[in-house]
């Protein structure tokens, strides 16, 4: 019976995948290159003001937007990307709750400005938390929720005269609301003799640190008139033909050509063809298989869309080519598989978070990152809890790694924040976010939540409508939410398909006592599944440690601690994932920073790696047990085993 439920999965995912589709409207491909398109990268040095006034409005007052930042009072140096808050040696700007100003020139080269069958957009890879864009003074966009790309197309304006350059004007409130995506409030303090007048802060239930600014590259790119607007990709497998279903939306012509070609990973062209929606197959295909679970892991094929459309002008020729991995995935009552094979997820959570540049994106920093996920033997982790930049999910289909793609639900701790406003704005995150993300065969579920309030009366309204839409903008894929309510009082569980439990035990409960670990947590996934029928992963467990503490007998917080309990945890988890257990995710990946706490020692030291990637004993418990895990795998699908030798991240 469960191979039966996976195959009709597997089978109807891509049918149902097409109905989804027209609850998105309008593309958000990446801004690639091709011969038809170029791209203008906005990063390096931006000016930039806070807005300390009073009521924060100082800026629109005074229309800051109309003329150049600087004429309107002193600006700062601010590099985009970067989180603006530990770049000073300001300590108001590092906490600071309100609207900041960012501005640049762009120099524009001539065809664009001139050239009237060229389209200018303007892209902001995203902006905490809300934003409003203005180009030469002119309003062009605005956008609620970080984390996600937004766009306006700004030809008319760069092409309105004889431009050679543009001013590009972006004021951001990072101010959280009940309603917002994380929720916060605001707490106002009006006992003068206590506080400052007018003194507020800012309040979470999250436990990170709210960073904001522009924390992914701003640019501009181009394409014709007529041009390539989304192209949508599902994939299946009969026997050994991957069969590739696309769908390809144009903008700006009602007549056009398409062509569609699937090239390999040398180049050639192994199916094609023609339309806007139709499937490729592809015999003997390369499948993407995950990082130590294939010889050949993350094969992907490039697909090659040529679009030729009639205008007024004449012909318009655009380009664009798709990385694409063939592969499916499948939920059975104690399994979660990958082309058909038992995956089992050994991995991490992680945060978007580093010294000085905060939540900024930053190449080295995501290498060094993926280096030392394939050095632990790392096969998967979870977007914690917001979604990240597009290029970590590229090099996730680029090295194998499996992305659970979470949404920025955290937090959502009061009724208020389950009420019909939030649950509206979460719906076109989820559509924001399977829009970017859809195409990238590393993602292999969507997480709309992580530890929400799901035992309050509202919840389960809440819970049912959010993964409902989310499954009908995505039928291929998975939905879970992230739990840490007790089985019983959960009302948002009965509505995914894989449980995700976090729990901290001897940690925020019984802590220092190891010796009731595995009581406990057996017992915890025994009520999980006995109730729902569903496989689970323990999305988050661990413990706080700082690096270069030791206690023996362990204590906690000491380095031996967080070993013992991880330990302690992996004896129950290698009875579970016999049966039903399909994953496991330490808490946490790196040591990241938080808001000031009695309880947090700057920032939480959960990490297995320092916040500067070193790695603590912790990393060295897992390492061996993830390549164990590895070589397990492969004793049950292979005859050839992964072999981590030394330091070499692996050897075949």
Avoid at 169 to 180: F, G, R
Avoid at 355 to 382: E, H, Q, S, T, Y
Wanted: contains cysteine.
């Amino acid at each position: 019976m469960l191979r039966e439920r996976a195959g009709v999965w597997a089978v109807l995912g891509p049918l149902l995948w097409g109905c989804g589709l027209a609850l998105l409207q309008g593309g958000m491909l990446y801004p690639r290159e091709s011969r038809s398109r170029e791209r203008k990268e906005l990063d390096g040095l931006w000016s930039f003001r806070a807005d300390f006034s009073d009521n924060r409005r100082q800026g629109f007052e005074q229309q800051w937007y109309r003329a150049p930042l600087r004429e309107s009072g002193p600006t700062l140096d601010m590099p985009v990307p970067s989180s603006f808050n530990d770049v000073g040696q300001d300590g108001r700007l590092r906490s600071f709750v309100g609207w900041v100003w960012y501005e640049r020139e762009a120099t524009l080269p001539q065809r664009w400005t001139q050239d009237l069958g060229t389209r200018v957009v303007l892209r902001i890879g995203s902006a905490h938390y809300y934003a409003i864009v203005w180009v030469n003074g002119v309003h062009v966009a605005e956008h609620e929720g970080g984390h996600l790309p937004f766009e306006a197309d700004i030809s008319k304006l760069v092409q309105s005269g004889p431009l050679s350059f543009c001013r590009i004007t972006i004021a951001i409130n990072n101010t959280l609301s009940p309603y917002t995506l994380p929720p916060g409030t605001i707490l106002y303090q009006t006992d003068t003799s206590k506080y400052p007048k007018g003194y507020f802060v800012q309040n979470t239930n999250f436990d990170f640190f709210n960073y904001a600014g522009l924390h992914r590259s701003v640019l501009l790119y181009t394409t014709p008139i007529s041009y390539i607007d989304d192209i949508t990709i599902t994939t299946d497998v009969d026997r050994d033909i991957g069969l590739v279903n696309y769908q390809i939306f144009i903008q700006g012509s009602e007549h056009f050509q398409l062509e569609v070609f699937l090239l390999d990973e040398d180049g050639r062209a192994v199916a094609q063809g023609t339309g806007g929606q139709g499937q490729l197959q592809v015999p003997r295909a390369h499948l993407w298989w995950p990082y130590l679970m294939h010889e050949h892991p993350a094969y992907l094929y490039s697909l090659e869309v040529r679009l030729t459309a009639q205008t007024a002008d004449g012909p318009v020729s655009d380009f664009y080519t798709l990385p694409v991995g063939i592969r499916t995935v499948a939920v059975t009552e104690s399994q979660f598989l990958i082309n058909g094979k038992p995956f089992y997820f050994h991995g991490v959570n992680k945060h978007e978070d580093a010294d000085i540049r905060g939540k900024g994106f930053d190449w080295p920093l995501l290498v060094k990152d993926f280096n030392l996920l394939r050095w632990l033997g790392a096969n998967a982790f979870r977007t914690s809890h917001y979604p990240y930049a597009e290029e970590v999910m590229q090099l996730c289909d680029r090295y194998g790694i499996v992305v659970i793609d979470e949404s920025p639900g955290v937090g959502i701790a009061l009724a208020q924040s389950l009420s019909n406003m939030s649950l509206q704005h979460h719906l076109e995150v989820m559509e924001e976010m399977v829009r970017r993300d859809k195409n990238h065969p590393a993602v292999v579920m969507w997480s709309v939540a992580n530890e929400p309030a799901s035992s309050l009366k509202p919840a389960g309204y809440y819970f049912k409508t959010l993964i409902a839409h989310t499954k009908a903008l995505d039928p291929s894929r998975p939905v879970t939410f992230v739990t840490k309510s007790s089985y019983e009082a959960d009302l948002g569980v009965p509505y995914v398909d894989v449980i995700c439990v976090n729990s901290y035990y001897s940690w925020y409960h019984d802590y220092g006592h190891m010796e009731v670990i595995q009581l406990q947590l057996a017992t915890q996934f025994e009520n999980w599944y006995r109730t729902y029928q569903k496989p689970i992963i323990q999305s988050e467990y661990g413990a706080e440690t700082i690096a270069g503490f030791h206690q023996d007998p362990p204590l906690m917080f000491s380095e031996e601690y967080q070993k013992g309990l991880l330990e302690q945890y992996h004896l129950v988890l290698d009875q579970k994932r016999k049966e039903y257990v399909v994953g496991e995710l330490i808490w946490n990946f790196a040591d990241f920073m938080t808001d000031q706490s009695p309880q947090r020692a700057i920032g939480n030291r959960k990490g297995i790696f320092t916040r500067q990637r070193q790695p603590k004993s912790a990393a060295f418990l897992l390492r061996e047990r993830y390549w164990k895990l590895a070589n397990e795998t492969w004793h049950h699908q292979s005859a050839v085993k992964p072999q981590c030798v030394g330091n070499s991240p692996f050897t075949f």
